[in-house]
């Protein structure tokens, strides 16, 4: 609970060369017109003086109070406390908040109480030395904890709810696909029986639907969690060349199969990043993949290199290819979601059209950029900046 | 080699049966834990492969079991889930299993993986 220094004393009210009769008359406005409840209170606890705001809080003329003991303000159940902590006070007077971590009220004329917060502060005057308690209504501000509190717990079951749902979504989604896949695979291998050429033409068609829309879930699943901020992420040093290397042996074979020279440049044992090795794992795979995927001829290259980055120490890693490229104008939809480029190409090229967004998403969590420039007909680079410190 | 299959899904499991079978195998499957537990205590099996999400015993608490029963404790476990996940997958690692296969599962390679969960490479 946060405790409020009020306003402090009023101008020239430590200074000794004052009556409390002084203080009472208007020539201290800033007292008399307090946003909080300010009471005066002499050594034995007797009410001396209190404000407008006084009169307004708890519902009493100030006559009325003038005079009396203070803890006429103080609910019942707290009464005797309340004498034993002004005893203490009175030992170690100084300017503090009272009662921390404790929930204050105050009790008003008409028998009703209400939260407050309180802070203490001695006043020095010619005629002695007197407390000033400045009374804070905090009603309304309970009020809103209260409803935060609510409103904080509401959420977290929906979070929970939602991650459940994505859980069981990811679950009953794959469990149908895996019949779908797993036959479609075994006719494929033709483990029942020879297939004619258009046979296994449309079957091929079905695989490679199903491991298509395997990836749509994987990729959206990922996305919702990115989302909802429950993606996991492990910050750890991680050999750059490592990751490197793990991508580009497993796309190895899909460049070979194309024909096209996959090469690493820069790699070194040295560099390393505290980073999430899954995140970047995936971005540099992602980013490779659609290279390979989108050059027909030539070769795809991964270029590692140390830069700095405003006062940041920071790695690139560059993806280069000389296919088909990207037309200026189509540049910046590139890392939106479900923009595949040419509309003619989908087919040639099977992705999910979240890749790219995918990446960009998964970059912006572990603090990277990912930047795109391109010749169309030439080739087109991607580059992955990231910072080797988190 | 000789193999039980546990999973509730009946289609999931012909299709784990037909792989094994295929690739010659002996495989078993059972719909349930429990049935699952008791097949695998009675028979002689090389490797039993089990589903996770599966109604009145999962495959956590399969795995417990199966690990409590001294005839069990040291034959190859293998689970085989549409829980892919990476929360799931590190419950899965810990929760006693020699071997994770994810659904859907690759029909080319799954029966080698299994081969090599079953007998991990030697000496």
Not at chain 1, 12 to 18: C, E, I, K, N, T
Not at chain 2, 49 to 61: N, S
Not at chain 2, 92 to 98: L, R, T
């Given at each position: 609970?946060?405790?409020?220094?009020?306003?402090?004393?009023?101008p020239?009210?430590?200074?000794?060369?004052?009556t409390?009769?002084?203080?009472?008359?208007?020539?201290?406005?800033?007292?008399?017109?307090?946003?909080?409840?300010?009471?005066?209170?002499?050594?034995?606890?007797?009410?001396?003086?209190?404000?407008?705001?006084?009169?307004?809080?708890?519902?009493?003329?100030?006559?009325?109070?003038?005079?009396?003991?203070?803890?006429?303000?103080?609910?019942?159940?707290?009464?005797?406390?309340?004498?034993?902590?002004r005893?203490d006070?009175?030992?170690?007077?100084?300017?503090?908040?009272?009662?921390?971590?404790?929930?204050?009220?105050?009790?008003?004329?008409?028998?009703?109480?209400?939260?407050?917060?309180?802070?203490?502060?001695?006043?020095?005057?010619?005629?002695?030395?007197?407390?000033?308690?400045?009374?804070?209504?905090?009603?309304?501000?309970?009020?809103?904890?209260?409803?935060?509190?609510?409103?904080?717990?509401?959420?977290?079951?929906?979070?929970?709810?939602?991650?459940?749902?994505?859980?069981?979504?990811?679950?009953e989604?794959?469990?149908?696909?895996?019949?779908?896949?797993?036959?479609?695979?075994?006719?494929?291998?033709?483990?029942?029986?020879?297939?004619?050429?258009?046979?296994?033409?449309?079957?091929?068609?079905?695989?490679?639907?199903?491991?298509?829309?395997?990836?749509?879930?994987?990729?959206?699943?990922?996305?919702?969690?990115?989302?909802?901020?429950k993606?996991?992420?492990?910050?750890?040093?991680?050999?750059?060349?490592?990751?490197?290397?793990?991508?580009a042996?497993?796309?190895?074979?899909?460049?070979?199969?194309?024909?096209?020279?996959?090469?690493?440049?820069?790699?070194?044992?040295?560099?390393?990043?505290?980073?999430?090795?899954?995140?970047?794992?995936?971005?540099?795979?992602?980013?490779?993949?659609?290279?390979?995927?989108?050059?027909?001829?030539?070769?795809?290259?991964?270029?590692?290199?140390?830069?700095?980055?405003?006062?940041?120490?920071?790695?690139?890693?560059?993806?280069?290819?000389?296919?088909?490229?990207?037309?200026?104008?189509?540049?910046?939809r590139?890392?939106?979601?479900?923009?595949q480029?040419?509309?003619?190409?989908?087919?040639?090229?099977?992705?999910?059209?979240?890749?790219?967004?995918?990446?960009?998403?998964?970059?912006?969590?572990?603090?990277?950029?990912?930047?795109?420039?391109?010749?169309?007909?030439?080739?087109?680079?991607?580059?992955?900046?990231?910072?080797?410190?988190? | 080699?000789?193999?039980?299959?546990?999973?509730?899904?009946?289609?999931?499991?012909?299709?784990?049966?037909?792989?094994?079978?295929?690739?010659?195998?002996d495989?078993?499957?059972?719909?349930?834990?429990?049935?699952?537990?008791?097949?695998?205590?009675?028979?002689?099996?090389?490797?039993?492969?089990?589903?996770?999400?599966?109604?009145?015993?999962?495959?956590?608490?399969?795995?417990?079991?199966?690990?409590?029963?001294?005839?069990?404790?040291?034959?190859?476990l293998?689970?085989?889930?549409?829980?892919?996940?990476?929360?799931?997958?590190?419950?899965?690692?810990?929760?006693?299993?020699?071997?994770?296969?994810?659904?859907?599962?690759?029909?080319?390679?799954?029966?080698?993986?299994?081969?090599?969960?079953?007998?991990?490479?030697?000496?």
């Open positions: 609970m946060g405790w409020h220094v009020p306003c402090g004393e009023p020239g009210v430590d200074q000794p060369s004052l409390l009769d002084e203080l009472a008359t208007s020539r201290f406005p800033l007292l008399e017109y307090a946003p909080d409840a300010i009471v005066l209170v002499d050594d034995r606890g007797v009410i001396r003086l209190v404000n407008a705001q006084t009169e307004r809080l708890f519902g009493y003329y100030r006559e009325e109070l003038v005079g009396q003991p203070v803890e006429i303000l103080v609910p019942h159940d707290t009464r005797a406390s309340h004498v034993a902590d005893a006070y009175a030992s170690d007077p100084r300017v503090r908040p009272m009662g921390v971590g404790l929930d204050l009220h105050g009790l008003r004329k008409d028998g009703t109480s209400f939260p407050v917060e309180i802070s203490l502060s001695p006043v020095e005057t010619r005629d002695g030395t007197y407390v000033a308690a400045a009374i804070r209504d905090v009603t309304e501000r309970k009020a809103f904890e209260v409803r935060l509190r609510e409103l904080n717990a509401e959420l977290e079951r929906a979070s929970r709810a939602k991650d459940q749902f994505l859980a069981s979504m990811s679950h989604l794959r469990t149908p696909l895996n019949a779908i896949i797993g036959f479609t695979g075994t006719l494929l291998m033709e483990l029942p029986g020879p297939l004619a050429p258009e046979q296994r033409r449309q079957l091929e068609i079905v695989q490679s639907s199903a491991q298509h829309l395997l990836a749509l879930i994987t990729d959206i699943l990922d996305l919702a969690k990115i989302e909802s901020g993606r996991e992420l492990t910050f750890e040093p991680v050999r750059i060349g490592e990751v490197v290397a793990a991508v042996g497993a796309l190895g074979t899909m460049a070979a199969a194309k024909r096209l020279t996959l090469r690493t440049v820069g790699v070194d044992s040295e560099t390393v990043a505290i980073t999430d090795r899954r995140a970047l794992h995936q971005i540099v795979l992602n980013l490779v993949n659609n290279a390979i995927k989108y050059t027909d001829a030539g070769s795809v290259s991964i270029a590692v290199e140390r830069v700095a980055t405003g006062d940041r120490a920071g790695v690139r890693i560059g993806v280069a290819d000389t296919g088909i490229g990207i037309k200026a104008e189509d540049l910046s590139l890392f939106r979601a479900f923009e480029l040419d509309p003619s190409s989908t087919r040639r090229h099977e992705g999910t059209g979240l890749g790219l967004y995918l990446c960009r998403n998964l970059a912006t969590l572990i603090g990277a950029t990912i930047e795109a420039s391109s010749t169309l007909g030439s080739g087109s680079r991607f580059t992955l900046t990231l910072p080797l410190e988190r | 080699m000789r193999v039980l299959v546990v999973d509730d899904n009946s289609t999931n499991l012909d299709l784990m049966l037909y792989l094994l079978r295929a690739f010659g195998h495989a078993t499957g059972c719909a349930d834990g429990a049935t699952g537990l008791e097949t695998a205590l009675r028979g002689d099996f090389d490797a039993v492969l089990v589903d996770i999400l599966m109604p009145t015993m999962d495959g956590y608490e399969f795995a417990r079991r199966f690990r409590a029963a001294p005839a069990l404790r040291a034959l190859p293998i689970a085989v889930t549409a829980l892919a996940m990476p929360s799931d997958r590190e419950r899965i690692a810990s929760a006693g299993f020699d071997g994770y296969i994810a659904k859907p599962l690759e029909p080319r390679t799954f029966v080698a993986q299994i081969e090599g969960f079953a007998r991990p490479a030697g000496p």
